[in-house]
Protein backbone atom coordinates (compact mmCIF):
# COMPACT_ATOMS: atom_id res chain seq x y z
CA UNK A 1 0.00 0.00 0.00
CA UNK A 2 1.32 3.48 -0.99
CA UNK A 3 -0.17 4.99 2.46
CA UNK A 4 -1.59 8.09 2.43
CA UNK A 5 -0.65 10.60 -0.15
CA UNK A 6 0.12 14.61 -0.05
CA UNK A 7 0.63 16.90 -2.61
CA UNK A 8 2.70 19.04 -3.13
CA UNK A 9 5.14 18.43 -0.56
CA UNK A 10 6.37 21.97 -0.09
CA UNK A 11 4.14 24.76 -1.00
CA UNK A 12 5.45 28.57 -1.17
CA UNK A 13 3.07 31.01 -1.92
CA UNK A 14 2.93 35.12 -2.03
CA UNK A 15 0.44 36.29 0.52
CA UNK A 16 -3.02 36.90 -0.91
CA UNK A 17 -3.19 33.83 -2.79
CA UNK A 18 -5.28 30.92 -3.28
CA UNK A 19 -3.40 27.56 -1.90
CA UNK A 20 -5.23 24.14 -2.35
CA UNK A 21 -3.48 20.80 -0.27
CA UNK A 22 -4.26 17.63 -1.49
CA UNK A 23 -4.72 13.93 -0.08
CA UNK A 24 -5.42 10.84 -0.93
CA UNK A 25 -6.27 8.68 1.97
CA UNK A 26 -5.05 5.04 2.14
CA UNK A 27 -7.81 3.05 0.19
CA UNK A 28 -10.86 1.44 2.52
CA UNK A 29 -9.99 4.24 4.77
CA UNK A 30 -12.99 5.78 5.77
CA UNK A 31 -12.32 8.66 7.69
CA UNK A 32 -9.53 11.62 7.46
CA UNK A 33 -8.51 14.24 9.35
CA UNK A 34 -6.39 17.28 8.28
CA UNK A 35 -3.92 18.37 11.06
CA UNK A 36 -1.24 21.87 11.44
CA UNK A 37 1.89 21.66 12.79
CA UNK A 38 3.41 24.94 14.01
CA UNK A 39 6.12 25.58 16.83
CA UNK A 40 4.14 27.84 18.51
CA UNK A 41 0.50 25.30 18.87
CA UNK A 42 2.08 21.89 17.89
CA UNK A 43 -0.16 19.52 16.31
CA UNK A 44 -3.63 20.70 15.83
CA UNK A 45 -6.78 18.95 14.33
CA UNK A 46 -8.31 21.29 11.58
CA UNK A 47 -11.10 18.77 10.31
CA UNK A 48 -12.11 15.55 10.54
CA UNK A 49 -14.05 13.30 7.78
CA UNK A 50 -16.19 9.92 7.96
CA UNK A 51 -17.60 9.00 4.79
CA UNK A 52 -16.70 11.98 3.11
CA UNK A 53 -19.36 13.89 5.30
CA UNK A 54 -17.13 16.72 7.75
CA UNK A 55 -17.76 15.32 11.25
CA UNK A 56 -15.94 17.99 13.17
CA UNK A 57 -14.62 21.37 11.62
CA UNK A 58 -14.36 22.97 15.07
CA UNK A 59 -10.46 23.54 14.60
CA UNK A 60 -10.87 25.69 11.34
CA UNK A 61 -9.15 28.30 12.13
CA UNK A 62 -11.18 30.83 10.31
CA UNK A 63 -13.38 31.35 7.33
CA UNK A 64 -10.42 31.85 5.16
CA UNK A 65 -10.01 27.95 5.19
CA UNK A 66 -12.27 25.28 3.81
CA UNK A 67 -11.83 21.31 3.43
CA UNK A 68 -13.91 18.62 1.24
CA UNK A 69 -14.08 15.13 0.33
CA UNK A 70 -15.80 14.62 -2.66
CA UNK A 71 -14.87 11.50 -3.00
CA UNK A 72 -13.37 8.46 -0.54
CA UNK A 73 -10.49 8.56 -2.31
CA UNK A 74 -9.53 12.76 -2.52
CA UNK A 75 -9.65 15.54 -0.27
CA UNK A 76 -8.59 19.06 -0.09
CA UNK A 77 -7.71 21.67 1.90
CA UNK A 78 -8.01 25.50 0.98
CA UNK A 79 -6.88 28.65 2.36
CA UNK A 80 -7.95 31.49 0.61
CA UNK A 81 -6.39 34.27 0.84
CA UNK A 82 -3.52 33.08 2.28
CA UNK A 83 -1.84 34.59 5.13
CA UNK A 84 2.19 34.74 6.42
CA UNK A 85 0.93 33.25 9.76
CA UNK A 86 -0.62 30.07 7.52
CA UNK A 87 2.78 28.84 7.05
CA UNK A 88 3.34 25.60 8.62
CA UNK A 89 3.37 21.99 7.44
CA UNK A 90 -0.20 20.31 6.85
CA UNK A 91 -0.56 16.54 7.74
CA UNK A 92 -3.17 14.72 6.61
CA UNK A 93 -4.39 11.45 8.08
CA UNK A 94 -6.84 8.73 7.63
CA UNK A 95 -7.94 5.21 9.53
CA UNK A 96 -10.63 2.50 9.11
CA UNK A 97 -13.43 3.03 10.77
CA UNK A 98 -15.38 5.81 13.08
CA UNK A 99 -13.62 5.65 16.21
CA UNK A 100 -10.43 3.91 15.66
CA UNK A 101 -7.89 6.79 17.10
CA UNK A 102 -4.45 4.49 15.13
CA UNK A 103 -4.41 7.26 12.68
CA UNK A 104 -2.04 7.00 9.14
CA UNK A 105 -0.58 10.21 8.62
CA UNK A 106 0.87 11.73 5.26
CA UNK A 107 3.97 12.96 4.85
CA UNK A 108 2.62 16.51 5.04
CA UNK A 109 2.81 19.63 3.23
CA UNK A 110 5.43 22.33 4.26
CA UNK A 111 3.98 25.75 3.18
CA UNK A 112 5.84 28.97 3.24
CA UNK A 113 3.46 32.14 2.99
CA UNK A 114 5.46 34.99 2.32
CA UNK B 1 -4.61 26.44 26.41
CA UNK B 2 -2.77 23.06 25.92
CA UNK B 3 -4.61 20.23 27.15
CA UNK B 4 -1.52 17.42 26.21
CA UNK B 5 1.86 18.79 27.68
CA UNK B 6 4.86 17.55 27.06
CA UNK B 7 7.26 19.83 29.07
CA UNK B 8 10.54 18.62 27.75
CA UNK B 9 11.34 19.25 24.31
CA UNK B 10 14.42 17.60 24.08
CA UNK B 11 15.66 14.34 25.57
CA UNK B 12 19.30 13.16 25.04
CA UNK B 13 19.83 9.48 26.62
CA UNK B 14 23.05 6.74 26.15
CA UNK B 15 22.27 4.08 23.92
CA UNK B 16 21.38 1.11 25.84
CA UNK B 17 20.10 2.97 28.38
CA UNK B 18 16.32 3.73 29.37
CA UNK B 19 14.38 6.23 28.13
CA UNK B 20 11.61 7.99 29.56
CA UNK B 21 9.36 10.93 27.89
CA UNK B 22 6.65 11.89 30.15
CA UNK B 23 3.37 13.47 29.36
CA UNK B 24 0.73 15.09 31.61
CA UNK B 25 -2.40 16.12 30.68
CA UNK B 26 -5.70 18.54 31.99
CA UNK B 27 -8.78 17.03 30.21
CA UNK B 28 -9.87 14.44 32.70
CA UNK B 29 -12.20 13.32 29.83
CA UNK B 30 -9.77 12.06 27.99
CA UNK B 31 -10.34 8.34 28.14
CA UNK B 32 -7.09 6.76 25.30
CA UNK B 33 -3.74 7.69 25.06
CA UNK B 34 -1.19 7.27 22.31
CA UNK B 35 2.40 7.97 21.24
CA UNK B 36 3.21 8.70 17.62
CA UNK B 37 7.00 8.88 16.75
CA UNK B 38 7.92 10.90 13.84
CA UNK B 39 11.13 11.50 11.83
CA UNK B 40 12.15 14.72 9.94
CA UNK B 41 9.98 15.07 6.61
CA UNK B 42 7.73 12.53 7.28
CA UNK B 43 4.26 12.42 8.90
CA UNK B 44 3.56 10.62 12.83
CA UNK B 45 3.51 6.58 13.33
CA UNK B 46 1.33 5.18 16.04
CA UNK B 47 3.90 3.23 18.57
CA UNK B 48 1.57 2.88 21.37
CA UNK B 49 -1.87 3.33 23.06
CA UNK B 50 -3.03 2.66 26.29
CA UNK B 51 -6.89 2.91 27.56
CA UNK B 52 -7.60 4.47 30.60
CA UNK B 53 -8.96 1.62 32.49
CA UNK B 54 -5.28 0.19 32.00
CA UNK B 55 -2.09 1.47 34.32
CA UNK B 56 0.28 0.11 32.13
CA UNK B 57 0.88 -1.54 28.32
CA UNK B 58 4.08 -2.89 26.99
CA UNK B 59 5.22 -3.50 23.17
CA UNK B 60 8.74 -5.27 22.78
CA UNK B 61 10.84 -1.83 23.93
CA UNK B 62 8.21 0.30 24.23
CA UNK B 63 6.10 0.62 27.45
CA UNK B 64 3.58 3.01 28.58
CA UNK B 65 2.67 3.94 31.65
CA UNK B 66 -0.84 5.94 33.07
CA UNK B 67 -1.54 7.52 36.32
CA UNK B 68 -4.61 8.57 36.22
CA UNK B 69 -4.76 10.11 39.41
CA UNK B 70 -1.96 12.57 38.80
CA UNK B 71 -2.71 12.72 35.17
CA UNK B 72 0.44 11.67 33.76
CA UNK B 73 1.82 8.98 31.27
CA UNK B 74 5.17 7.99 30.44
CA UNK B 75 7.07 5.83 27.36
CA UNK B 76 9.63 3.85 28.85
CA UNK B 77 12.11 2.83 25.90
CA UNK B 78 14.81 0.25 26.82
CA UNK B 79 17.09 -0.26 25.32
CA UNK B 80 17.38 2.77 23.66
CA UNK B 81 18.88 2.16 20.09
CA UNK B 82 20.05 4.95 17.70
CA UNK B 83 16.91 4.23 15.55
CA UNK B 84 14.94 6.11 18.45
CA UNK B 85 16.03 9.21 17.97
CA UNK B 86 12.38 10.85 16.71
CA UNK B 87 10.25 13.55 18.13
CA UNK B 88 7.50 11.55 20.29
CA UNK B 89 3.73 13.32 20.15
CA UNK B 90 1.79 12.38 23.33
CA UNK B 91 -1.77 12.40 22.20
CA UNK B 92 -5.40 11.69 23.86
CA UNK B 93 -8.99 11.67 22.80
CA UNK B 94 -12.02 12.34 25.31
CA UNK B 95 -14.02 10.86 21.94
CA UNK B 96 -14.06 8.27 19.58
CA UNK B 97 -12.81 11.14 16.81
CA UNK B 98 -10.29 13.16 17.49
CA UNK B 99 -6.53 13.18 18.70
CA UNK B 100 -4.88 16.08 21.01
CA UNK B 101 -1.46 15.86 20.28
CA UNK B 102 1.42 17.60 22.82
CA UNK B 103 3.93 19.54 21.17
CA UNK B 104 6.66 16.66 21.29
CA UNK B 105 9.47 16.00 22.54
CA UNK B 106 12.66 15.24 20.29
CA UNK B 107 14.32 12.08 21.52
CA UNK B 108 18.29 12.30 20.94
CA UNK B 109 20.21 8.97 21.26
CA UNK B 110 23.87 9.41 21.77
CA UNK B 111 26.42 6.42 20.77
Known amino acids: DAGVIQSPRHEVTEMGQEVTLRCKPISGHNSLFWYRQTMMRGLELLIY????????DSGMPEDRFSAKMPNASFSTLKIQPSEPRDSAVYFCASTQGRGNLEQYFGPGTRLTVT | DQQVKQNSPSLSVQEGRISILNCDYTNSMFDYFLWYKKYPAEGPTFLIS?????DKNEDGRFTVFLNKSAKHLSLHIVPSQPGDSAVYFC??????????FGKGTHLIIQP
Open chain 2, 50 to 54: ISSIK
Open chain 2, 91 to 100: AASATTDGLT
Open chain 1, 49 to 56: FNNNVPID
